[in-house]
C-alpha cells in the first residue's frame, strides 16, 4: 500500500504508486517515466535552438551518444565512492544500478567530461556546447527531481513551524512527519534557472557564458537546498556535506570567471561560434 503525501496547508493530498505501468513482466516505474520525460524535453529543445549556438542535430545528438552513458556511470560512482562502507564486501554491487543509488552531481560531472572530449574530436568550441547544455540539463534537473516526489525520497529536515505554508507530510515507521519539500525547492530553483538563462542567452557575450552562469546558479541553489537534507552523502566521515561543499566552491568559482570575463576581457559577441559558423555557411 503506498502511503499518501501531504500538502496540508495547501489543501492536496497525492496518493501515487511507484509503478505507472506493466509491459509484460517489466514493470515500468514513474521515476523513470519522469527521467526519461525530463531528459526527451531537453534534447526537444536543444534542437530547437541548435543554429542559435551554431550547432547542428548531428552535434547534439553524438554528444549525447557520448554523454548520456558517462553520466549514468559516473552518477554511480560518485554516489558509491561516498557510501564505500555499502559496497565493500561485495564491489560488484555497483554495477546494480537498479537498485537505486544514483548523485547528480557525478552526473554532470561525467556528462561534461564526455561533451569536451567529443567537442575537441568534433573540433567544435565546448563553450558553444556547453551553453546548450546547461540549458537542457536545467530542463532535466527540474522535472527529474518529480521522480523522487513520487518515491517520497530526498526530502529535508522536519518542519517545526506548523504554518509554514509548503510543509510536506510523509508517512515514515508507521508515524505521519512534517518535512521540508528539498524536492521542490530544486525543481522551482532550476526551472527559474531555466526561464533566466533562456532570455539570457539570446544576449551573451562569449560561448560558455552560459555554462558559467549555470554553474553558479544550480551551485548557489544546491548549496542552500543540500543543508536541509537528511540523506546527504558525507566526506569521509567528516561533518562536510560533499554535494553542499562542490556546490559552495564551483559556485564561487563561477562567479569569479564569470566577472573577470565581463569586466576584463570585455567580450561584445562578435566572436561567438554561432556568428562563425553562420559566416562559413555564407
Request: with cysteine; proline share 3%; hydrophobic share 50%.
Amino acid at each position: 500500500m503506498t502511503n499518501p503525501i501531504l500538502f496540508p496547508n495547501l489543501g492536496l493530498s497525492f496518493t501515487i504508486p511507484p509503478i505507472a505501468f506493466q509491459l509484460g513482466a517489466v514493470s515500468v516505474h514513474w521515476y523513470g517515466v519522469i527521467i526519461g520525460t525530463g531528459f526527451l524535453l531537453a534534447v526537444i529543445y536543444a534542437l530547437a535552438r541548435k543554429k542559435t549556438f551554431g550547432l547542428t542535430e548531428d552535434h547534439i545528438l553524438s554528444m549525447l551518444l557520448a554523454a548520456v552513458p558517462a553520466a549514468i556511470v559516473c552518477a554511480r560512482i560518485y554516489y558509491c565512492a561516498f557510501y564505500w562502507e555499502l559496497y565493500r564486501e561485495n564491489p560488484i554491487s555497483v554495477l546494480y544500478i537498479w537498485e537505486g543509488g544514483i548523485a547528480i552531481y557525478g552526473a554532470v560531472i561525467g556528462a561534461v567530461t564526455a561533451a569536451i572530449l567529443y567537442c575537441r574530436h568534433a573540433k567544435i568550441p565546448f563553450g558553444a556546447m556547453g551553453d546548450i547544455g546547461a540549458l537542457g540539463l536545467l530542463i532535466g534537473q527540474a522535472i527529474g527531481r518529480w521522480g523522487n516526489f513520487v518515491n517520497q525520497e530526498a526530502f529535508g529536515r522536519a518542519v517545526e513551524n506548523a504554518d509554514y505554508l509548503l510543509k510536506m507530510g510523509l508517512y515514515k515507521g508507521g508515524e505521519l512527519g512534517f518535512y521540508h519539500p528539498t524536492f521542490l525547492y530544486e525543481s522551482l530553483w532550476n526551472a527559474v534557472g531555466f526561464l533566466l538563462l533562456h532570455f539570457y542567452s539570446k544576449h551573451r557575450k562569449y560561448d560558455g557564458e552560459i555554462f558559467t552562469l549555470y554553474i553558479a546558479w544550480y551551485g548557489i541553489g544546491r548549496c542552500w537546498i543540500e543543508g536541509l537534507r537528511t540523506d546527504s552523502l558525507w566526506l569521509f566521515g567528516t561533518g562536510i556535506r560533499v554535494s553542499q561543499l562542490l556546490a559552495a566552491v564551483s559556485a564561487v568559482i563561477a562567479i569569479a570567471l564569470w566577472l573577470y570575463v565581463r569586466l576584463r576581457k570585455k567580450p561584445d559577441g562578435s566572436a561567438l561560434y554561432a556568428n562563425r559558423a553562420q559566416s562559413t555557411e555564407s
